[in-house]
Nanobody, 124 residues
Framework: QVQLVESGGGLVQEGGSLRLSCATS????????MGWFRQAPGKEREFVAA????????DSANSVKGRFTISRDSAKNTVYLQMNSLKPEDTAVYYC?????????????????WGQGTQVTVSS
């Protein structure tokens, strides 16, 4: 079992930056592929970015590609989402998720553990 706790959300102006952190406890984060998802009001939860257990491969949604970067620090048991050039449409609750195994997927239901989420609000 692993517990995930997100932090770093907040209110930022359009064009600004935030870095989300996902701290893990219980089992080490290096046992899991990790992902970030987001959910805006009235919308389905959607894939944002993910990284393999090894950290060798990652991917992000087309809507954030070139602006968001996922990374992991196994020594700190933490996964990060660096978000630059934020847009109002990035406003959502952001969730960290862990998936048993090395490979990530783009489907939320494939992930085994979830954090409680952190709110990101981008004002225009």
């Amino acid at each position: 079992q692993v517990q995930l706790v997100e932090s770093g959300g907040g209110l930022v102006q359009e064009g600004g930056s935030l870095r989300l952190s996902c701290a893990t406890s219980g089992r080490t984060v290096s046992n899991y592929a990790m992902g970030w998802f987001r959910q805006a009001p009235g919308k389905e939860r959607e894939f944002v970015a993910a990284i393999t257990r090894s950290g060798a491969f990652s991917d992000s949604a087309n809507s954030v590609k070139g602006r968001f970067t996922i990374s992991r620090d196994s020594a700190k048991n933490t996964v990060y989402l660096q978000m630059n050039s934020l847009k109002p449409e990035d406003t959502a609750v952001y969730y960290c998720a862990a998936k048993i195994g090395n490979r990530f997927t783009y489907t939320a239901t494939d992930y085994d553990y979830w954090g409680q989420g952190t709110q990101v609000t981008v004002s225009s």
